[in-house]
């Protein structure tokens, strides 16, 4: 089996930049997916494949990876970014089989 | 818009059984693979199971000790979620989600997109 880490939580100033890192074997492996989570809500795609942004999700949303560790970046963090983050991978056991970081809540001051 | 929309949670005293359903809008359920994930009261995402377009290729997660059966009847356009055995710890928001899944060089890319609004399983006496 594997693991993704991720800070439990991390918070940024309205306007500047922060970055929610998630580390793991499947990072380095494979590629790393994250999602957005309000409360009461569902969860997002806001990157997938390690740094593809899916339509509708605004530009200040990205993503990258360094080795084990990739990270979501939000340059210009708004009010509505406030929200719990979920990296995701695949397992080393298989490429169907999910695997998700415990996820970082993200506070907007 | 391309939706999910998941039925079918509740009340249930351990040791019973539910069946949760997962209904597809804007596009046709059984061209995707799709996966269940739960989420406990104040917890993290956890993967539950996945299955195939067709349905002959299903993954469960090791924690669930075959209590669980995911299924799919692509001519009823309905996917299914058979819950035995349930326990106190099963208490959660379950979701579907789309399974999508790209192939490059010697792997393949899978993300979950998009998802349904969950269903909420309770399991208390």
């Known amino acids: 089996s594997s693991e993704l880490t991720q800070d439990p939580a991390v918070s940024v100033a309205l306007g500047q930049t922060v970055r929610i890192a998630c580390q793991g074997d499947?990072?380095?492996?494979?590629?790393a997916n994250w999602y957005q989570q309000k409360p009461g809500q569902a969860p997002v795609l806001v990157i997938y494949?390690?740094?593809n942004r899916p339509s509708g999700i605004p530009d200040r949303f990205s993503g990258s990876s360094s080795g084990d560790t990739a990270s979501l970046t939000i340059t210009g963090a708004q009010a509505e970014d406030e929200a719990d983050y979920y990296c995701n991978s695949r397992d080393s056991s298989g490429d169907h089989l999910v695997l998700f970081g415990g996820g970082t809540k993200l506070t907007v001051l | 818009e391309v939706q999910l929309v998941e039925s079918g949670g509740g009340l249930v005293q351990p040791g019973g059984s539910l069946r949760l359903s997962c209904a597809a809008s804007a596009f046709i359920l059984s061209n995707y693979e799709i996966t269940w994930v739960r989420q406990a009261p104040g917890k993290g995402l956890e993967w539950v199971s996945y299955i195939s377009s067709s349905g002959s290729v299903k993954y469960y997660a090791d924690s669930l000790k075959g209590r669980f059966t995911i299924s799919r009847d692509n001519a009823k356009n309905s996917l299914y979620l058979q819950m035995n055995d349930l326990r106190a710890e099963d208490t959660a928001v379950y979701y579907c989600a789309r399974h999508v899944g790209v192939y490059y060089g010697s792997g393949r890319l899978n993300w979950l997109d998009p998802w349904g609004q969950g269903t909420l399983v309770s399991v208390s006496a």
């Open positions: 494949g390690t740094h």
């Open positions: 499947s990072v380095r492996n494979y590629y």
